[in-house]
Each structure stands twice: as structure tokens, then as C-alpha cells.
């Protein structure tokens, strides 16, 4: 089966911009998690949606939103971008909500300048 | 709400060391433990979890971690590193509570020389 994957790839964008991140889930997982990892922080939780509604969040600011789709894909916008935005974002699944065993998409690399 | 520290930034190691990786948490109530791992240039896997029962668990590659609840840590063992064993781990833990999301540790960045 396909893998969760993501897109952009790579996004480069420049200080007080939008970005909007994708993630397509793998075939009937409901719940998706956005994560931002950058350096030297490790992952940290960004946004958990599941049946298209957010479920839970992490301590970041109201600039970072999402939402889910009724095909269980997810969007992760970041407004008003921040040089301290830059990172690694990464989407994952878990087979049904509090499976706990997440599957990790490749991720988006943000580069804010 | 619980957090995750890891001990070791990173660690390096020659081919045939033992390998053992710190990872404590913080939440007063039942959690669900695992350890992550990134390979170079690829996605981040599972390695190993642990959900209840033996509190010794086996992962994959020859993995191993104990969970010890009395010192609220889930430290990852191995007894004889490869040099493909070079990667990054992560700790993570999930409270065992509906709507809590998994928490990772910061990291340890584990480098065998061959």
C-alpha cells in the first residue's frame, strides 16, 4: 500500500508569507498528526485531526491551523512566517484514532528567509 | 501533560559496542511507550513500543528497551552496535487518556564508526 505522503517536497518562502502544506493519508487511516521538527528540538506536536475534526494541539501559536478533508487528507497553512518557522514538518497516520502506532510521511522542508 | 527528556544528545560508539539510550517521562498515570528511529535520509519508523505486560520489549534490528515504572523510564538497548545502526532516536510517549496526543523526546543522534 502506498505510504503517507506529503507535499511540497521543499517550500521556500520569505518572512511574513502563508505556506500551506499537504498530506495524503494511506488508504483508511482516519486520523492524521502534524509534527514540526527542527533542529535540535526533536518533534513536536503540531495539530492531531481525526473524522475531520481537530482533535488536539500543541503549544504553538494560532498562526499554525489545519484542517482535514472527507478523504481524511490534511493541510497545514502557517501565516505570517517566521525565520524560526523553518523546519521539518511531517504528517502521520495512525490506523483509527489512538492507535498510538504511527506510519511517518517523508515530510515538507520549510525554509523561511 | 507529559513530556519526554532524553539524556544523550549523541553518542558515538564503535562497531560491536553496547549501546544503551536514556529516555525518561513525566505523567503521573499510565502511558503508552515507544522508541523511534531515523535513519539517514529516510522516514522515521517504529523500532519498538510498549503498551503493557512484559516491560521488557523487543524491536526490530535487535533492539531492546525496559520499561521501569517506579524510575518513569523506557531506555533502549542494544548489545552489539553496526554501523548501520547510525541514526537518530527518538523517545515518545502517549498518556494513556483519550484526546492526548504522542509526545517526543528532543533526540539522540547515535554515530557508529565502522
Known amino acids: 500500500e502506498a505510504g503517507v505522503t506529503q507535499s511540497p517536497t521543499h517550500l521556500i518562502k520569505t518572512r511574513g508569507q502563508q505556506a500551506t502544506l499537504r498530506c495524503s493519508p494511506i488508504?483508511?487511516?482516519?486520523?492524521v498528526y502534524w509534527y514540526q521538527q527542527a533542529l535540535g528540538l526533536g518533534l513536536q506536536f503540531l495539530l492531531w485531526?481525526?473524522?475531520?475534526?481537530?482533535?488536539n494541539r500543541g503549544n504553538f501559536p494560532p498562526r499554525f491551523s489545519g484542517r482535514q478533508f472527507p478523504n481524511y487528507s490534511s493541510e497545514l497553512n502557517v501565516n505570517a512566517l517566521e525565520l524560526e518557522d523553518s523546519a521539518l514538518y511531517l504528517c502521520?497516520?495512525?490506523?483509527?484514532?489512538?492507535?498510538?502506532?504511527?506510519?511517518f510521511g517523508a515530510g515538507s522542508r520549510l525554509t523561511v528567509l | 501533560a507529559q513530556s519526554v527528556s532524553q539524556h544523550n544528545h549523541h553518542v558515538i560508539l564503535s562497531e560491536a559496542a553496547s549501546l544503551e539510550l536514556g529516555c525518561n517521562y513525566s505523567?503521573?498515570?499510565?502511558?503508552?511507550l515507544f522508541w523511534y528511529v531515523q535513519y539517514p535520509g529516510q522516514h522515521l519508523q517504529l523500532l519498538l513500543k510498549?503498551?503493557?505486560?512484559?516491560?521488557l520489549v523487543k524491536g526490530i534490528k535487535g533492539f531492546e528497551a525496559e520499561f521501569i515504572k517506579s524510575k518513569f523510564s523506557f531506555n533502549l538497548r542494544k548489545p552489539s552496535v553496526q554501523w548501520s545502526d547510525t541514526a537518530e532516536y527518538f523517545c515518545?510517549?502517549?498518556?494513556?487518556?483519550?484526546?492526548?496526543?504522542?509526545?517526543f523526546g528532543k533526540g539522540t543522534t547515535l554515530s557508529v564508526s565502522s
Open positions: 502521520a497516520n495512525d490506523r483509527y484514532s489512538g492507535a498510538n502506532v504511527l506510519t
Open positions: 488508504s483508511g487511516h482516519t486520523s
Open positions: 485531526y481525526d473524522e475531520g475534526e481537530e482533535r
Open positions: 505523567y503521573g498515570g499510565t502511558v503508552n
Open positions: 510498549y503498551f503493557s505486560g512484559d516491560p
Open positions: 515518545a510517549v502517549r498518556a494513556n487518556q483519550a484526546g492526548t496526543a504522542l509526545i
